[in-house]
């Protein structure tokens, strides 16, 4: 994206991979929900995300040692300008699908405008982008953009490759369970509708000696099952059926651990630590909804979420809280005072900070802990009577009309409703009735990508390298675009013109720059109640799995393990 790629042209293997791991044997792995659809390039239905990578590949793969660097794949060179204006692919001609059809710039064309047209709304609205797809020769595709635009050369090269002749477009957008045919490392296998998936490796796979994959995809077989709830899905764990899990829980992890296996050193656990920015989690807020259309109400929430003392009372003080929508890295705003690059860029839109943002001095607001903090309640009670509100016989009102303040939280996992009803109990002290409405997988899917919900749970996982995605998250054309993960309803264009100097940016300073003036204008627009990330990343395994020493900026990644000889 910017600089010089990492790793020299001869490289051996990606630096968090082993290379002479050993191979064979079976992993199994858990997930939490069902799925009804093997298509996870579709909005309908709920479909498996791991197919992406095992069973479908791209023209390029991602080094998650790095910001955004990409190596060869399907694509064994690139060419773009120092514009980039257009990008050139040049296939590998050893490169074949699990049919044993070769990958040609034919099915390369054909999925770009499969996706174009029929995927997911990030990929639209990527490939819109896009003025003219050509194929000189069968193992040459070239994209020329609509203008020029730094990451697009890289979007092309992540786009999934599909074999033409086994995609009936008619019927592409249906959910069903239908394998997709893929030249990745593995095919998908035994499929158990909504309770399992297993993916089993390739022979003739052709990528098995790229760089890229040395090391990787080490199993003969994967097995994916589908748990309803995660107090059944750590059972599993503790019996054995489930080789690893990461653990989010800090009270599991705390206190959860304590069976035979884990005290004899069969299970071990592990906190990875990770160089990218921690992901933002928040309860948030649909300021589609006329309620939550006023920034005051939503600020008076932020003012009673406690969580110092759920931290301490649910969580064994083991979260940190999140303050960024890029915690825990240089592109963060708070910490740092908005310099001359950010003050030009926000400079048309003098409302769209609050002043201790553009200061650096920013934290969500803290209580005393006690869980009856008065001072944080009362600053609450005042934003809510400046938007109209006031508390009569306990109940919160609208001043005029005397409806009540009353929301539903939408949740999908114990977990959530966990956290959502004590957040409720904390709300209900000023009067607010929040309803928490548990919903299964599909139906929370459905619901938030419809935009069909008052308040969720939701993580916005970020990388070192934002970019065009954060136009899907967060830009105003992404607010009334149902699928897009824009679920707040965002629409100010202080955000679109931070995210347009992001794209923009051609020097480092310039971009660090325009990714704290989006930091800035979302946590100024206070669109969600920032809740809290873990220290690291927290893996429990049992030692029949191994894995390498040195984990990626992302932490240590499932396709690089292995299973332990004679185990």
Do not use: C
Request: net charge neutral; hydrophobic share 45%; charged share 25%.
């Amino acid at each position: 994206m910017r600089g010089a790629p990492a790793l020299p042209p001869d490289f051996p293997a990606l630096p968090y991979a082993n290379p002479e791991a050993p191979r064979g044997g079976r992993l199994d792995l858990s997930m939490i929900g069902t799925f009804d659809s093997l298509n996870p390039f579709i909005v309908k239905g709920s479909a498996p995300v791991f197919l992406r990578g095992y069973v479908v590949e791209s023209l390029m793969a991602r080094s998650l040692d790095e910001p955004f660097t990409l190596y060869p794949l399907l694509a064994r060179a690139v060419t773009t300008d120092a514009a980039r204006s257009f990008v050139t692919f040049s296939l590998d001609p050893r490169a074949r699908f699990a049919n044993g059809d070769p990958v040609t710039s034919a099915d390369v064309l054909f999925s770009f405008a499969l996706m174009r047209d029929m995927g997911r709304p990030n990929h639209r609205l990527y490939y819109a982008k896009v003025a003219k797809a050509e194929a000189p020769d069968t193992l040459t595709v070239r994209f020329t953009f609509t203008e020029p635009d730094r990451e697009l050369p890289l979007i092309m090269g992540l786009m999934p490759v599909f074999d033409a002749s086994t995609i009936d477009t008619s019927h592409f957008e249906e959910t069903n369970l239908s394998p997709l045919v893929g030249s990745g490392p593995y095919r998908i296998g035994a499929v158990d509708a909504g309770s399992s998936i297993t993916l089993e490796k390739r022979a003739d796979y052709w990528g098995r000696d790229l760089p890229v994959n040395r090391g990787l995809y080490n199993f003969d077989a994967v097995r994916f099952s589908y748990f309803r709830d995660v107090n059944t899905e750590f059972e599993a764990f503790k019996k054995g059926l489930v080789d690893a899990r990461f653990e989010n829980d800090p009270g599991r992890w705390e206190t959860g651990y304590d069976f035979p296996a884990a005290r004899t050193g069969q299970v071990v656990r592990e906190t990875i630590p990770t160089g990218t920015p921690k992901p933002y989690s928040a309860f948030v807020f649909n300021t589609r909804r006329s309620l939550f259309s006023d920034i005051r109400v939503r600020r008076a929430m932020i003012e009673l979420f406690d969580f110092e003392w759920l931290d301490r009372s649910f969580y064994h003080g083991l979260y940190r809280r999140t303050a960024s929508f890029f915690e825990g890295s240089d592109l963060a705003a708070p910490g740092h005072k908005a310099d001359a690059r950010e003050l030009a860029i926000l400079a048309p839109y003098p409302d769209a900070v609050v002043p201790d943002v553009l200061a650096g001095t920013y934290r969500p607001p803290a209580s005393d802990g006690s869980g009856r903090d008065r001072a944080r309640l009362r600053a609450a009670i005042d934003l809510l009577a400046e938007a109209g509100w006031e508390l009569r016989k306990g109940v919160m009102v609208k001043a005029e009309t005397g409806a009540p303040l009353a929301f539903e939280i939408m949740v999908a996992t114990r977990e959530q409703e966990r956290l959502a009803v004590a957040y409720a109990g904390q709300l209900k002290r000023a009067g607010i009735n929040a309803l928490v409405r548990f919903v299964d997988a599909v139906q929370f899917d459905a619901r938030r990508s419809a935009y069909e919900f008052d308040m969720v749970p939701n993580v916005w996982a970020q990388s070192l390298s934002p970019g065009n995605e954060q136009a899907f998250y967060f830009g105003a054309a992404a607010a009334d675009t149902p699928g897009t993960r824009n679920y707040m309803g965002a629409k100010a264009p202080a955000i679109d013109a931070a995210i347009a100097a992001l794209l923009a940016a051609g020097e480092l300073d310039d971009y660090v720059a325009a990714a704290r003036a989006l930091d800035r204008v979302l946590i100024s627009g206070a669109y969600g109640v920032p809740l809290f990330h873990t220290p690291g990343q927290w893996l429990a395994r049992w030692t029949r799995i191994a894995r390498p020493e040195r984990a990626s900026l992302y932490g240590t990644l499932p396709e690089t393990w292995w299973r332990v000889p004679g185990h």
